[in-house]
């Protein structure tokens, strides 16, 4: 495997990363590209410049996954957003390779922080489906897994849980806001 720059003269790669990003999110959240023509337009948006888009490539040069992020607090912290790896090929350590070169990337740009929201809409934490006020950080500190949610992955890169959004996508359904330092 190997990681290089998304770029805008890729049309076969932008393609592949329009139907990974279809696929890859179509089980847990299927609303946030349900189409080819939504998630083209997520790519060529990750390809702006200024911002960061990073490809894993098997030997064949068939796109595994690819990361994206964008500048915020005048470069001093990116946004992650997004990450995809083909769901065959999810497990194999793809995503973890992907976030360690992001944070290199970062780093080189001179950046302190990266950091991401993961969405809880289907009930997949102990924080869905409840209301989290006025305790929040209660809530937060006995957070549980209950179907596989990413955030115990970001966990596992370092990442740390620095707030929610309760409600961010209705009532109930919060965004997990997670950070970690990288320069």
């Known amino acids: 495997m190997k990681i290089i ?11 592949q990363a329009a139907r990974q990003l279809v696929d890859g999110f179509r089980q847990h959240w299927p609303n946030a590209w349900p189409d080819m023509e939504s ?22 040069g068939r796109l595994l996954g690819w990361v994206g992020a964008m500048p915020e607090y005048d470069g001093q912290a990116w946004e992650l957003h997004p990450l995809v790896v083909d769901p065959a090929f ?13 944070e290199n ?31 929040v950080w209660e809530h937060i500190a006995r957070i549980r897994n209950l179907k596989g949610h990413p955030y115990e992955f970001y966990q596992k890169q370092g990442y740390a849980i ?14 997990i806001i997670m950070s970690k330092r990288v320069g």
């Not at 720059?5 to 393609?15: F, M, N, R, T, V």
């Not at 998630?39 to 064949?60: S, Y």
């Not at 001179?110 to 006025?134: C, H, K, N, Q, R």
């Open 5 to 15: 720059d998304l770029s805008p003269g890729q049309p076969d790669l932008i393609e």
């Open 39 to 60: 998630a083209r337009q997520e790519v060529h948006e990750a390809l702006e410049a200024g911002k960061i888009a990073r490809a894993a490539l098997d030997d064949e």
């Open 90 to 102: 999810q497990g194999q350590g793809i995503g973890q390779a992907l976030v360690a070169d992001l």
């Open 105 to 135: 990337q970062v780093k080189t740009c001179g950046g302190a922080t990266i950091f991401l929201g993961t969405d809880d809409e289907d009930d997949m934490t102990s924080l869905s489906g409840v209301d989290l006020y006025p305790n």
């Open 162 to 175: 620095v707030g929610v959004i309760p409600d961010a996508n209705g009532a109930g359904k919060p965004d």
